[in-house]
Structure formats: structure tokens, C-alpha cells
């Protein structure tokens, strides 16, 4: 499976990952196009995960010697059906055990995955993935749910070959390495300094916020979601159900926002799939009462109408990044890290404008010279599907 997820064949994968398992990579010895991304990918990147033939090789040498370390024979084998079924909840079906990067693995990833391994039916699901993955592997009758104790053991499965990735030194030591913590911040730093969240990590607390089917956790998820889109904590807390505007012409769902201090106009942002699913289940909840569009919950899941103050809004941070597993934030982080994704974007958009306007002739750039130009695709690389399972 490997070789599908690169350009190399069986011999030259196998070369390569003996390599690098003979000694621990560094960036120097990566090389300058890839030493970097060994360090973590930058925090308002929107991918979770880069199959390049390096990291790949890491995992696959990172799970052989895994599970390798098995006296038991049934033990091995457990771990190993583990670490199939975690790839394939993480890659969404695209990689195996052997082909996929895990020391690229977060925290925040792995209580993701877990929450979906709870989900009723996600057995199903996730042989249904395999069986498409592998066309000769034949569709095995598996449970509706798994076992709270499987589960925990596939927890404690991910946590060994993530320990042996960092044994082996594929992942760096962010304390001791300036640059990766700037990138990846440990949980030990306060979050009184301030940092910046990633898509992926927003992409979790909206998972976690989702995993509770009640009012606060459908409301907490469309608050994530908004951050993640670009929205400051201002605008979200000025939104009220007349800033959801749906046109029967486009048949597109927007949010529009009021201009903030320092801004000159308000903003509209049409609204994803994934991003109408969650506001819907939200209002479900909440109603067509007047007032903020997230508003406060009072006891027995009462929706209350008022708008969410500084304070509640430090207590939704500091629980959601313990359920999610992210490193502790405060609600002027999100604030932050929103402006930083926004501007992120933009800088991704510019970037790839021009690299397109210089790859074409004198007459094709005054042919296209409006034209627009569709972001970078960089190739094999995985967004973490958060909200589940696609069969």
C-alpha cells in the first residue's frame, strides 16, 4: 500500500525506510524541501497530514519495529488489526498501517479518531473503507459499535507506536527545539502569552463540541467553525439569526457579518456543507427566538437568548481543549488566530496567482489577466475528516 501513496517502488520504499530507521532524521539531514516540514506543519496550514516518501517511511519503520516488539502472537496481531483500523478512521480509507505517517499524529488527533471509533455503526463503516481500499479483502460481518474496552485498547495501541515514532527521533523535542515549539506549542507554555490555533486544531474542537448531542455542544461547534473561517470573537458575539441569510436563487447559505472596531465594512461568508449541517443542528436547538444567533443555555438545556459574555466564553475555551486534547488557549487566542488564518489564506491565494501568471505566455497573461486562479494543491496530503466516516 505503500508504494500507492508515493513514487516509489516496493525495493526503493523498503531502501528508504531501512535508512531512515538506521538513524534518527533531522532537518539538515532531510534535506532543505522537506527538513522543515519535520519540525510540523505551520500552524494555520489546513492539512493534518503529508504522505511525502520520507514521512511514510518513518511510520511504516515506526510500526515494524512496533510490532515486532510482540512475544505473543495474538497480542501482535490485535495491535496490528489496531493500527489498521486507526489509519483508516485518520486517512479516511487512503492509507493502511504501514503506509501512514504516525508521527505526525497529535493529540488532538487521536481523541478525534476516538470519538468516531464510538460512533454507532462505525465498524461498518470502517470495513466498508478497508474492503474499498483493498479490493481482494472480502466484507467481514462486524458489530454495530465497538466495546468501551476496545476501544481504550486501541487508545493505548496509538499511544505505544507514537511513543516508539518518538524513540526512534522522528518526532522532535519541542521543548528543547526553539523553532518546533514556535510551530507546535507544548501544553507547558501559559496561555496568558498567547498563541495561534491551526485549522486542524479548530477542526477538533468542533468535533468535540459536535461528539455531545445536546444544545451547548452543537452551539460550541458552529463557535469553532466561525473562528476557523476567519470570524473574531467580536463579530461572532454580534451575530443574531438575521446575519444567516439563505438565497432561493443560489440556493447558498451565507453569514454576514458586522463591521468591528478598526474595520470598515462587515464580511460574507457562504457557508460550507459540513458548516450548514452544524449550524442546522444548532438551531434546532435554539429556535427562532430573537437575539444573538450563539446565545446562553440555562439549566435543562433552557435556551436563554442572551449574548455570550467574556466570561462564559473562557469557560467554553478551557473545556473544549481538555475534551479535544488542544493546548490550553484563551478566548483572545481564537481572536488571534483568526485574524492569522485570514490572512494565512490571502497569502496562500496571492502565492499561487502569481506562480500561475508566471508560468504562462506574454499572451496568456493579458488574456488572463482577471482571470482568477485556484489555490496550491499540493499532492497526498489528508485533512482530517472530523465530522466522521464517509462509507
Known amino acids: 500500500m505503500a508504494a500507492e501513496l508515493a513514487p516509489l517502488n516496493s525495493t526503493q520504499a ?60 495474538e497480542s501482535r496481531q490485535f495491535a496490528e488489526e489496531a493500527l489498521e483500523t486507526l489509519a483508516t478512521v485518520i486517512s479516511g480509507g487512503r492509507c493502511d498501517s504501514r503506509g501512514f505517517p504516525w508521527q505526525q499524529v497529535r493529540p488532538f488527533h487521536g481523541a478525534a479518531a476516538l470519538t468516531i471509533l464510538k460512533e454507532k455503526g462505525a465498524p461498518a463503516r470502517i470495513e466498508a473503507l478497508r474492503c474499498r481500499r483493498d479490493t481482494t479483502r472480502s466484507y467481514r460481518v462486524v458489530p454495530e459499535s465497538y466495546a468501551p474496552g476496545q476501544v481504550q485498547k486501541i487508545r493505548t495501541t496509538l499511544t505505544k507506536v507514537i511513543a516508539e515514532c518518538s524513540e526512534l527521533g ?52 458552529v463557535f469553532f467553525a466561525l473562528v476557523k473561517r476567519g470570524l473574531k470573537i467580536a463579530e461572532i458575539t454580534a451575530l443574531t439569526l438575521e446575519s444567516v441569510r439563505f438565497s432561493s436563487k443560489t440556493g447558498v447559505c451565507s453569514i454576514i457579518s458586522r463591521p468591528v472596531r478598526g474595520s470598515a465594512r462587515g464580511r460574507r461568508f457562504e457557508l460550507t456543507n459540513d458548516e450548514l449541517i452544524s449550524l442546522e443542528d444548532w438551531l434546532d436547538h435554539r429556535g427562532n427566538l430573537d437575539g444573538p444567533l450563539l446565545c ?19 469557560e467554553i475555551c478551557e473545556r473544549r481543549a481538555t475534551q479535544a486534547e488542544v ?29 500561475a501568471q508566471d508560468s504562462l505566455s506574454t499572451a496568456e497573461q493579458l488574456l488572463y489577466e482577471d482571470a482568477e486562479t485556484p489555490d496550491d494543491v499540493h499532492a497526498e496530503t489528508i485533512c482530517f475528516p472530523f465530522r466522521g466516516l464517509s462509507a
Open 14 to 73: 523498503d531502501e528508504l525506510s531501512a535508512e531512515i530507521g538506521s538513524q534518527p532524521a533531522s532537518p539538515e539531514e532531510s534535506g532543505s524541501e522537506f527538513g522543515e516540514f519535520s519540525r510540523g506543519l505551520s500552524p494555520q496550514d489546513s492539512v493534518d497530514f503529508l504522505l511525502h516518501p520520507i514521512e511514510v517511511a518513518r511510520g511504516r519503520t515506526a510500526t515494524e519495529n512496533y510490532l515486532g516488539s510482540f512475544r505473543s502472537e
Open 170 to 221: 522522528f518526532i522532535p523535542n519541542l521543548e528543547s527545539d526553539p523553532a518546533a515549539s514556535e510551530v507546535t506549542p507544548s501544553r507547558t507554555k501559559s496561555a496568558a502569552n498567547g498563541r495561534l490555533l491551526g485549522d486542524g486544531e479548530l477542526r477538533a474542537l468542533s468535533a468535540a463540541c459536535a461528539a455531545f448531542n445536546n444544545a451547548e455542544g452543537r452551539r460550541d461547534a
Open 296 to 314: 446562553t443555555i440555562g439549566r435543562a438545556a433552557k435556551i436563554e437568548g442572551k449574548r455570550l459574555t467574556m466570561a462564559i466564553l473562557k
Open 327 to 355: 493546548t490550553d488557549f484563551v478566548p483572545n487566542d481564537l481572536s488571534r488566530s483568526a485574524e492569522a488564518l485570514t490572512a494565512h489564506r490571502k497569502a496562500l491565494r496571492k502565492k499561487a496567482a502569481k506562480k
